[in-house]
């Protein structure tokens, strides 16, 4: 059974800095691309940083500065660092691992609140 469990959310003020983690299932964490995606109440889901298994990282313009994404193959785990937080990044964050091995597959975690107060 693979598994996506993401931590770390939580209530910050505005300015905070916040780190999310993502544990993997280790049978497919080498193959994966590792995601970070959010969605707030009445939006839809927008990817805010990914990772290859390569450790290429990319990111949305709209992302860029502020967010940090990077992963810890010894522990399965993929970090999101999100500093100088704001209101409007107020939303649930999700993990998702997507990949191929022998067919492709698309997991996600089921979630993480941020709140981010002014």
């Known amino acids: 059974q693979v598994q996506v469990v993401e931590s770390g959310g939580g209530l910050v003020q505005a300015g905070d800095s916040l780190r999310l983690s993502c544990v993997v299932s280790?049978?497919?964490?080498?193959?994966?691309?590792i995601g970070w995606h959010r969605q707030a109440p009445g939006k839809q889901r927008e990817l805010v940083a990914q990772i290859s298994s390569g450790g290429s990282t990319g990111y949305p313009d709209s992302m860029k500065g502020r967010f940090t994404i990077s992963r810890d193959n010894a522990k399965n785990t993929v970090f999101l660092q999100m500093n100088s937080l704001k209101p409007e990044d107020t939303a649930v964050y999700y993990c998702?691992?997507?990949?191929?091995?022998?067919?492709?597959?698309?997991?996600w975690g089921q979630g993480t609140q941020v709140t981010v107060s002014s």
């Open positions: 280790r049978s497919i964490f080498n193959i994966a691309t």
């Open positions: 998702n691992a997507r990949g191929r091995l022998i067919r492709e597959f698309d997991y």
